[in-house]
Each structure stands twice: as structure tokens, then as C-alpha cells.
């Protein structure tokens, strides 16, 4: 694939490796993209903003309020309003070199320059290629607001080792163009299969209150849950995305509702999955919950036991299942994919958890996942075809999921 066609606002930092974005300006120009570019104004004193103006043959933003710039100029001339004129039209938003500084304000919605107004306000995906001391890269700050914007949905071109401008060895040297440049085809090369189609996921875990101050739940991180959320929005599609308490931001672009026991739960996904045309449910929802809630602390006084008395919760996916007319027809909307987490006999505890809880997929996988980045499943389907994925990232695994789910939907299986 080519870029022909395709509009790109290429955001430029201050750093040193400034100068590279000049060669990736002329990568992406001959590609056959429109470049717009937007320096900060430290980047200014790297390189000359004519220099980006030569090789995109577009003006170069840098203010807020700046005059517009003179015709022939046809799009994001207007210049009144640069921060959401320029992002009308873009395709994908790239940030090379991205400073700490930068990663910093996108992390944090801090909004006081052209660029990181401009983020603010894009809709297409955000591509950041970070470059800078492998001292600063490594800091607790930089690594969290990366892990923060990555939860938001940013796509990263991790910088290289090697060594820095500052004499010093380390991972900080910003990736080459031609990676950049690879990197962007295949963003802007997603399929967009999801269009018009509204995928509603669950995740994380849920914590059923015994008092006040303690509850039941599970480690469940939601991470797979909200992998399928992002990939779901990238591929185009209306995600409405249920979840217990996690750490991870909230997806940018869906409709995300916050719950907590499992009560809550089943009763949000009761009111959504009707006008899903597919609904995964990655939730580790609690079995059971307290039988009795104590409105006051529970003091432990001086028993040496205490017994909690539980009761079983709702099944949500097999009350959703069965309130489905016409189950029987793997066509009718929508496709209920469900999870299978188990400790020892996957293939068998799975093929009874699709069978008895009537679904279209289940995605059985072990308790190791748990809280990982990666994942190894094994994928169900109706007529019994067991797929074996390997251990691979939580990301890849959630495409595979919605190919699946969408084969089912189009009625190819
Ligand atoms: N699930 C649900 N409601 C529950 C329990 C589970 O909707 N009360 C869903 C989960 O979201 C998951 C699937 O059912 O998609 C299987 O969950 P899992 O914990 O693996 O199995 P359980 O049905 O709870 O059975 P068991 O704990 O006996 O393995």
C-alpha cells in the first residue's frame, strides 16, 4: 500500500532528532501523502520550519493564533483555528520525535501550545515516535504517561538502543523513517470491517461488597477486554465497553460505563446487548456474592473464625443467550462470544461452558494470563473447531477474536 490520497499531520518535538523528520517528511511526500506539518516551537530551534515547508510543499503551523497563510494553500488555510481546521481532514497524526515533554502534556490532556491542543481535538489514530535520553525514557514518569496514552489508544515506534546524541548508550535513539514510514502504512492500511456494526464487550473483574470497607473479586486486570475495545474502535466500530475497576484508561472514542459488583454488571449488559451486533464478554465476573450486606463495619471482635455465607450470581452471558429468539441460527444477531478461564482441562471445560451457555465462540485461556500482556487461547466455535492460538500479545489476540466474530456475523461460517 501506498499513502496516495491520504492526509498526515506530522507533529515535530524538540530534540535532536529533529532532523530526522525531515527525511520522513520526504518518505511520506513520495509515498504519495499530503504532509502537514506543526513544529513546536522548541523544535524551531533544531531546524528551520523551511525546511518542512520545501519538502511538504504545505505551510508549516506552529501558533495558536498565527495569521493564515496565503493561497494557493487549499486546506487548513484558514488558519483562525489551526488546532481543529488542520485535524478535519487527517488520517493519522504522527508525533516524531516525540520529547518527554510532549508524551508528558498528551498524557495529562495538557493543552498550551499548537500541538498539544491539536491532539486534543484529532480523531484519527495517533502515531508517537518517542526519542531521548535513554536516562529519561527509562523514568518512572516517562514509562507511566507512554503506559497511560497506550491505554488511550496511542500507537507507539518504540525508539532503538544505541548510541545518543549525548555520547550516552541506551534505548532512547529515535526508530528509523523507513520503520515509521512501515509503521504508518499499516496503521492507515486497518480494515475498517467494523463500520456500522456495535461491539459490546465486558472486562475486568467485579468486587461484590461484604461491609463497607471489603469486598470479593479476582485479579483480572481487563487488559484483554480492553485490547478487544481498541482494536473493535480501530476496525470502525460503535465499542460500548462495560467495566469493573480497572487501572486502565478508558479507550478514547467509545461509550465506556463504569460498574463495579456483578449485580451492576448484568444489569448494564441487559440494557446493551440487544442493539449490539456482537457482544464479547471478557469480564471475570464474581460466581458468588455475600448473602447478606452489613451496612457497618464487620469488627472482628474476638472470634477466631468468621463464616460469609454467598450466593450464586447470575449467569450474565447465558441469561443473555437464552433471551435470544432462535438461538439455534448462528446468523442471528448478535454473535455472543464468551470466555473460559480455567486451571486444568481447557478443550473439555470450554466446548461444556459454549454448549451449556449456548454461544457463538468461546476463547478459553489459563489463569497465567492473568494481569499479562500476552495471551495463549484456544478459540471454539459452534461445530466444535478448536483452534489453537499460541502465546502471543493480548492486541494480536483481540483482532483474531473479532475476525472470528465477524466471519459468524457475515454468515461465512
Ligand atoms: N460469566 C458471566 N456471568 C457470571 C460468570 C461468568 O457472564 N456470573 C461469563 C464470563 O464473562 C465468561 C464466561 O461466563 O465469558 C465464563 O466464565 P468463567 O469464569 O470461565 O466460568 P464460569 O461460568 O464462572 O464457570 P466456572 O467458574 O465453574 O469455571
Not at 36 to 57: C, D, H, Y
Not at 96 to 105: C, L, M, Q, R
Not at 230 to 247: C, E, F, N, Q, Y
Amino acid at each position: 500500500m501506498n499513502l496516495k490520497g491520504k492526509t498526515i499531520i506530522l507533529g515535530i518535538c524538540g530534540g535532536i532528532a529533529a532532523y530526522k523528520a525531515a527525511e520522513l517528511t520526504r518518505l511520506l511526500k513520495k509515498d504519495g501523502a499530503d504532509v502537514w506539518v506543526v513544529m513546536t516551537r522548541n523544535a524551531k530551534e533544531f531546524i528551520l520550519p523551511l525546511t518542512f515547508q520545501t519538502l511538504s510543499g504545505n505551510p508549516v503551523y506552529s501558533e495558536m493564533f498565527s495569521t493564515p497563510p496565503a493561497p494557493p494553500y487549499k486546506w487548513g488555510e484558514r488558519g483562525a483555528m489551526p488546532h481543529i481546521d488542520l485535524t478535519k481532514k487527517c488520517d493519522i497524526l504522527l508525533i516524531v520525535p516525540a520529547t518527554a515533554n510532549i508524551i508528558g502534556k498528551f498524557a495529562n490532556g495538557i493543552a498550551d501550545d499548537l500541538l498539544s491542543t491539536l491532539y486534543l481535538s484529532v480523531k484519527a489514530p495517533v502515531l508517537i515516535a518517542p526519542a531521548m535520553n535513554s536516562n529519561m525514557y527509562a523514568s518512572p514518569a516517562v514509562q507511566e504517561n507512554i503506559k497511560r496514552l497506550k491505554g488511550f489508544g496511542a500507537n507507539f515506534v518504540e525508539p532503538e538502543s544505541g548510541e545518543l546524541a549525548c555520547g550516552d548508550m541506551g534505548e532512547g535513539r529515535l526508530a528509523g523513517p523507513d520503520k515509521i514510514l512501515k509503521k504508518v502504512r499499516q496503521l492507515l492500511s486497518v480494515k475498517k470491517d467494523l463500520k456500522g456494526k456495535t461491539v459490546l464487550i465486558t472486562a475486568g473483574p467485579t468486587c461484590e461488597p461484604i461491609d463497607p470497607v471489603r469486598f470479593i473479586s479476582n485479579p483480572s486486570s481487563g487488559k484483554m477486554g480492553y485490547a478487544i475495545a481498541r482494536a473493535a474502535k480501530m476496525r470502525g466500530g460503535d465499542v460500548v465497553l462495560i467495566s469493573g475497576p480497572t487501572g486502565i484508561p478508558v479507550p478514547s472514542g467509545i461509550r465506556f460505563i463504569s460498574v463495579s459488583s456483578a449485580a451492576d454488571m448484568r444489569r448494564e449488559v441487559l440494557k446493551e446487548f440487544k442493539n449490539s451486533d456482537i457482544s464479547i464478554m471478557a469480564a471475570a465476573v464474581s460466581d458468588f456474592s455475600p448473602l447478606r450486606y452489613s451496612d457497618k463495619k464487620i469488627k472482628k471482635g474476638e472470634k477466631k473464625t468468621i463464616t460469609l455465607e454467598l450466593k450464586k450470581n447470575p449467569d450474565i452471558l447465558s441469561e443473555i443467550t437464552s433471551s435470544i429468539v432462535n438461538r439455534q441460527s448462528s446468523i442471528v444477531n448478535p454473535i455472543v462470544v464468551g470466555f473460559a478461564l480455567e486451571t486444568e482441562d481447557m478443550i473439555k471445560n470450554a466446548k461444556k461452558k459454549l454448549k451449556e451457555k449456548n454461544l457463538d465462540l468461546i476463547v478459553a485461556n489459563h489463569v497465567n494470563g492473568f494481569g499479562s500482556d500476552f495471551n495463549k487461547a484456544i478459540i471454539i466455535d459452534r461445530k466444535n473447531n478448536v483452534e489453537d492460538i499460541p502465546l502471543i500479545s493480548k492486541e494480536e489476540l483481540a483482532e483474531i477474536i473479532l475476525d472470528r466474530a465477524l466471519r459468524i456475523l457475515s454468515g461465512k461460517d
